[in-house]
């Protein structure tokens, strides 16, 4: 199957500081680098999960791909398009057929609108003035399980579920091909929680979606997706299918956020991992293998060689970037895959 979305070698940067302060002070590259060659594809009606500690970049690839962030570098696909050079108005037609769910299910809405004022805006701003705006509003709101009631409600008369249901109905007001959910199940309660993965699942189903799901709460990545991608700095450390990763990670990052994952059972025996010393900055990154510094398998080529993509022999789609992986063999060079996680340029 074709991917829906291709993302090959992106890059994004963030200037910390302006030009006259970095003249006077001499800096020469006044940037943080937050995606530092990122690569990946979702093929139509998948879902992958995007992976990582706060300020990885997670959400910097979502608001890329919806086109709130520009990249420095790099090739942004939708449906064999080519859409990251293109204008406002050229990429309308393309934005149109993806939608974004946001972090903050509240904030996320503004509280001078209506409920049917927020869910009839994407027919507005893309002009689709044919369209029976009171008629949608009901359906959508009947489609996450609202009455029609809740049309006339503000925001701030909303709980946090009602508040992320309002939010998914929409961003599903124009029936995208992918839909971005940044953090879908934050703030809620673990019943409401249910409820949302539950509800996206059926539309997925019904609708037939890609969904890119940013979350820390690896219980809702293990029940939802399909393959999952783990980021660390800005670069893709880890990716594969889902229940793959979780069986056998081979990155020693992923298997410290694996055995920091919750367990419910009381009796459960753990094997916690400690992760030493500090999330490094953005500004001073460690060289050769960046997480060497809190990596308990470092050896002294991780803090001088950045490690290329490598895979293993009974999955060649599970690609990881590691001098020495936790178990199993690994394909020769020659034979691993080289936009699995991302082409890596010299620093």
Request: glycine share 8%; charged share 25%.
């Amino acid at each position: 199957m074709s991917a829906l979305l291709r993302v090959e070698d992106l890059r994004v940067r963030f200037r910390t500081m302006g030009p006259l302060k970095a003249l006077a002070t001499g800096t020469r590259a006044p940037f943080i680098d937050a995606l530092c060659g990122v690569s990946f594809e979702i093929r139509k009606g998948e879902t992958l999960a995007l992976v990582g500690e706060s300020g990885s970049g997670k959400s910097t690839i979502a608001r890329t791909i919806i086109g709130l962030q520009r990249a420095v570098s790099g090739s942004i696909s939708f449906d064999g398009q080519e859409i990251e050079e293109l204008s406002g108005a050229e990429r309308k037609p393309y934005l149109r057929r993806m939608a974004m769910m946001f972090q903050d299910p509240i904030g996320s809405l503004s509280p001078r609108l209506t409920v049917r004022s927020l869910l009839t805006e994407p027919f507005r701003i893309h002009g689709l003035k044919d369209r029976d705006v009171e008629g949608e509003a009901e359906r959508l709101l009947r489609m996450v399980g609202l009455s029609a009631e809740f049309a006339r409600r503000y925001p701030h008369q909303l709980s946090g579920g009602q508040a992320r249901r309002v939010g998914i109905a929409r961003a599903l007001a124009l029936s995208p091909d992918l839909l971005i959910a940044d953090e879908p199940t934050a703030g809620l309660d673990v019943s409401v929680q249910g409820e949302v993965l539950n509800l996206l699942a059926r539309l997925q189903t019904e609708l037939g979606m890609a969904i890119l799901i940013i979350t820390h709460n690896l219980n809702v990545v293990r029940h939802m997706t399909d393959r999952m991608a783990i980021m660390y700095l800005g670069r893709f450390i880890e990716v594969g299918a889902t229940e793959r990763i979780f069986d056998q990670p081979r990155h020693p990052y992923t298997e410290a956020l694996l055995a920091a994952n919750p367990e419910p059972d009381p009796d459960a025996v753990l094997n916690r991992i400690e992760l030493k010393g500090e999330v490094p900055s953005l500004m001073r990154r460690p060289s050769g293998c960046e997480f060497h510094t809190r990596c308990r398998y470092a050896q002294d080529i991780c803090s001088r060689v950045f490690p290329e993509p490598s895979a293993g022999q009974e999955d060649k789609k599970h690609s990881f970037r590691c001098h020495f992986p936790i178990a199993g063999d690994i394909l020769p060079t020659s034979e691993r895959p080289k936009l699995s996680i991302g082409k890596t340029r010299s620093r």
